[in-house]
């Protein structure tokens, strides 16, 4: 009985693990066929030497930076203040931030071309800086779930009234309180949080493309339509990314504060 | 003496290179109420879950009812199991998970329902049968669990540390329910517990076990009161222990702190010289002169705590200490710290640990 | 949870009536910036979209935006896109789930666990544009899974029908974030099934199918729809992959949604916001379901 349960499992493991390492193996040995007869990093280069790899990647870049400072200054403060002084709005709040789960990123950069034209009273687009603001924000809007349950999971763990109270009671501001207790100890899942936003952000396509920036995301589309090894490169290139964002997080867990005196 | 309803002979079980049971024998009589009382890791859950049939020996044999069940796997045994997690099916109401065996052994709607019914009962908990399990406290839970596992009328009865999860208040009441439960369906019934008390209010026998081994097993009042090793008397109830070197092996005289204490009888085997581990109940032991304890000796009392009914009172004899509990009494005043007091106890009550 | 405000009550409510008399606008300020953000960049843009999709090009109300969505084109994109959906949310759900079950479940070394959740989480974020391409060098008609097929095994998959730009290529592409996603959000249900449980069942004399059968499937059942309709959700939103594999041709809702942003195909700007609302109302109810399944699950699996 146990040794056929065994049998199943390494069956189901073993094609399952086929399906997924396949692709990448093949996507792999693709990229090195650029070069007729041999295989080389030839596709690896061109891409790196390419000047609108590095303009676009080094704008999605940037814009995932600010994505992150965005995030981590909207979701830190709320988050810690919901769970200090108005528990009660928590459910509200949870609600608004898995809204974007719920409404698809097409719809969210319809809804802003429709609101913040050249004509409205916010008009974001009327500049390529405004845009790029509004880019911002909506990527800050895709990341709000993931950000917020990182940053409320980290401030379950340690307990937060208590060290605020005890902070308090010791004379300090809220300055203070923030910077210097609650951040440091809840920056591991910020850390997370931002990792996560950043793996999103930088391939991202749907927004930037409609919202016309010369990010990573559309140039990455615009390769595959006009090259036939380096989109493979590129493929690879974006995995490592990915990869290297979920592994820093894992790492990160391996830090992070467990349960202070409260298991909940 | 009749033939033992359940067979537990030479059994071992070693994961590995670890040994986790060595050679373990049990004989254990049809009704009977037997514990495994023991520290984490010495055992007493892995024999039982070998009679269950979740582990297989590594050698030695397990019979019921004069059927070798070694090789049996667990759902062709008829045993009833509770766990200390409870273990109800949270996707089954109470009623289900009690018919939940009945069921499966295919047994007809209406005669299951009837057995529920009676069960429900048999548990006090006769409205509950809709109910899910999270619904439930805790001792309901572990209620409905003793339910499901006896419905099915298993010919034995095995408890994993069902209380270990449960409220001290709960536990005492549940325990005492549990036995009354085995007395009256009259099943065979083997209990595991880390808990000395709980073992000693509720077993017909005990098998005291450490190291994987069966240290001790017998009567409650046999494990209390004539503990056959050092182990077996150090973790069943509180013991005062004190050094004592043997003065005179042929009359018994030990000396312990410089004052002789005759032990006639006692000290089998002892020569002159030996050193001996000298035990002793503190309901054992009263304070001052009392009629029928024969022994004494002197010291200073060096802590008093009131805790109400009784007086709790440490008396250092030389480097040890020993305690004793004397009775509450509004006429005599407690004892005073730094008072010179004299101990007494019968010598027959002294337990030489070798 | 409950335990969480006991303390706040306890230690607040002797100073509360100065308090909040004195700090009430002030408890407000403290998550005024979210609820400002909230607002203005997430839900006025897309009440904005719905009230659209019932407005005519003169801003008057009127259904006629709703109605029109049945017209035989975005009939078909709606039919493309829930099939698409369905069928790669159930088979994603199932292999993620069996996948789920070898691995907590199976015996299999522990460390194998640890490296599929973590695999997982990566690949259930690899979507979009590069997971694209990598299914076309791995199944395009160039791929190297289908040189190798046919040069080994003699069995030319574009020959027997099959098209990495077709339903089933598109199917077989999605299951790569699909199948992941299940794992990370299935292994807590599957790790909630008790040893004691199997055990409980067995020495009540049940054998392992009867265990599955009236036991194992009952209590992953709700986790199981749960994370199907999300897996749902996920592929019906999904733009990037599909735009990138098959290009604006493939006639489904997010990527005629995409071609009418870009460049108003539809000649109605208000026809646009109806497919959009459409877009939502779908996943909303998804997300709804998969909040009311979890909700029973975890009642069962705390």
């Known amino acids: 009985m146990k040794q056929g349960s065994r049998f199943w499992a390494w069956l189901v493991f073993g094609v399952g693990t086929t399906y997924f390492i396949l692709p990448l193996l093949a996507t792999f040995e693709f990229s090195l066929r650029k070069r007729r007869g041999e295989y080389s990093f030839d596709a690896y280069r061109s891409v790196f030497e390419d000047p609108n790899f590095q303009t676009t990647f080094t704008y999605s870049v940037v814009v995932a930076i600010f994505t992150i400072l965005l995030g981590v200054l909207l979701v830190v403060p709320t988050a810690y203040w919901i769970r200090l002084r108005l528990p009660n709005l928590r459910p509200v709040v949870e609600f608004i931030t898995l809204l974007p789960l719920v409404i698809p990123a097409i719809v969210i950069v319809f809804g802003y071309i429709r609101m913040f034209g050249s004509n409205s009273t916010l008009p974001f687009l ?96 615009n390769i595959g339509a006009n090259s036939a090894y380096e989109p493979s490169a590129l493929a690879i290139i974006s995995f490592a990314i990915t990869w290297g964002c979920m592994s820093l997080i894992q790492i990160l867990s391996r830090f992070a504060p467990k349960s202070a005196n409260r298991p909940n | 003496m009749a033939d033992p309803f359940l067979s537990i002979q030479h059994v071992r079980k070693s994961f590995g290179a670890t040994t986790v049971v060595e050679d373990f024998s049990l004989d254990v009589e049809p009704g009977e109420f037997v514990s495994f009382l023991g520290p984490s890791g010495c055992g007493k859950t892995t024999v039982l879950r070998m009679v269950a049939g979740f582990e297989e020996p590594s050698a030695g044999k397990i019979v019921v009812a004069g059927k070798d069940i070694t090789r049996l796997k667990p759902n062709q045994r008829n045993v009833g199991m509770v766990f200390q997690a409870y273990a109800l099916f949270p996707n089954l109401t109470v009623a289900q998970n009690i018919a939940f065996g009945l069921k499966v052994a295919g047994m007809p709607k209406a005669d299951a329902d009837r057995r529920v019914a009676e ?13 899910y399990p999270y619904q439930l406290s805790g001792g309901q839970q572990q209620r409905i669990a003793l339910a499901r596992a006896i419905a099915p009328k298993p010919k034995l009865l095995l408890l994993d540390e069902p209380l270990s999860a449960l409220d001290a208040k709960v536990r005492v009441s549940l325990r005492e329910e549990i036995r009354s439960i085995q007395k009256k369906l009259g099943i065979t019934t083997i209990f595991v517990t880390h808990d000395q008390e709980e073992a000693l209010s509720i077993s017909d026998r005990i098998a005291v076990m450490y190291g994987g081994k069966a240290e001790q097993v017998g009567t409650p009042f046999e494990i209390y009161n004539r503990p056959a090793t050092k182990f077996v008397a150090n973790f069943v109830g509180t013991l005062n222990v004190l050094e004592g070197t043997v003065t005179d092996a042929a009359s018994g005289m030990v000396r312990v702190n410089s004052q002789e204490v005759a032990l006639k009888g006692k000290l089998n085997g002892s020569k002159s010289g030996d050193t001996l581990s000298l035990a002793l109940r503190p309901e054992a032991i009263s304070l001052g002169r009392q009629p029928g304890r024969d022994s004494s000796l002197a010291g200073e009392i060096s802590e008093v705590h009131f805790l109400g009914s009784v007086i709790r009172v440490r008396v250092g004899i030389g480097g040890s200490t020993v305690s004793l509990d004397t009775f509450n009494s509004p006429a005599t005043p407690p004892p005073a710290v730094g008072e010179k007091a004299e101990i007494s106890f019968a010598s027959s009550d002294m337990l030489v640990l070798h | 949870m409950a335990d969480s405000t006991m303390p706040q009550t306890a230690s607040v409510s002797p100073r509360a009536p100065e308090i909040s008399r004195l700090r009430l606008p002030l408890h407000w300020l403290g998550v005024a910036p979210f609820f400002v953000f909230a607002l203005l960049f997430l839900i006025l843009p897309t009440v904005g979209l719905i009230a659209g999709a019932f407005k005519n090009a003169a801003g008057d109300y009127t259904f006629e935006n709703i109605i029109a969505l049945s017209q035989p084109k975005l009939a078909a994109a709606y039919l493309v896109s829930i099939q698409i959906s369905v069928v790669s949310a ?123 059968r009236m036991v194992v499937i009952p209590v992953l059942w709700p986790s199981f729809l749960g994370t199907t309709v999300l897996l749902f959700a996920n592929a019906f939103g999904a733009v990037a992959t599909a735009y990138a594999l098959t290009g ?23 026809l646009g916001y109806a497919l959009a609302l459409g877009m939502i109302v779908i996943t909303g109810l998804a997300n709804l379901f998969y909040i009311l399944f979890q909700r029973r699950a975890e009642r069962w699996l705390k």
């Open chain 2, 119 to 131: 069960m429900l009962d048999i548990i006090k908990l006769p409205q509950m049968g809709d109910r």
């Open chain 3, 248 to 270: 604006p041709s493939l006639n489904i809702v997010p990527i005629q949604l995409f071609a009418q942003i870009r460049g108003d195909v539809l000649y109605n700007p208000n």
């Open chain 1, 126 to 221: 009327a500049t390529a800086r405004g845009t790029d603001v509004l880019l911002v924000i909506g990527y800050a809007v895709l990341a709000l779930p993931y950000m917020y349950r990182a940053v409320d999971t980290g401030l379950r763990t340690i307990d937060v009234r208590t060290l605020t109270e005890a902070a308090q009671i010791l004379g300090a501001g809220w300055t203070t309180i923030i910077a210097r207790i609650i951040l440091p100890n809840v920056l591991i899942a910020v850390l997370s949080g931002a990792f996560l936003s950043f793996a999103i952000v930088i391939g991202e396509f749907t927004m930037a493309s409609l919202l016309n920036r010369p990010a990573f995301g559309p140039y990455l589309q």
């Open chain 3, 90 to 212: 159930v088979l994603g759900a199932l292999i993620g789930l069996a996948m789920a079950v070898a691995v907590v479940r199976g015996g299999l070394p522990s460390w194998l666990r640890s490296a599929t959740l973590t695999f997982s989480g990566v690949a259930s974020n690899f979507a979009g544009v590069p997971l694209a391409f990598s299914f076309i060098a791995t199944l395009g008609r160039l791929g190297v899974a289908t040189i190798l097929l046919r040069d080994i095994f003699g069995i030319n998959i574009y020959s027997l029908g099959f098209s990495i730009f077709s339903f089933w290529g598109l199917v077989l592409t999605y299951l790569y974030f699909q199948i992941p996603l299940m794992i990370v959000i299935i292994t807590p249900a599957v790790d909630g099934l008790k040893k004691e449980w199997g055990e409980a069942a067995a020495t009540l004399g049940a054998t392992n199918w009867q265990y599955w």
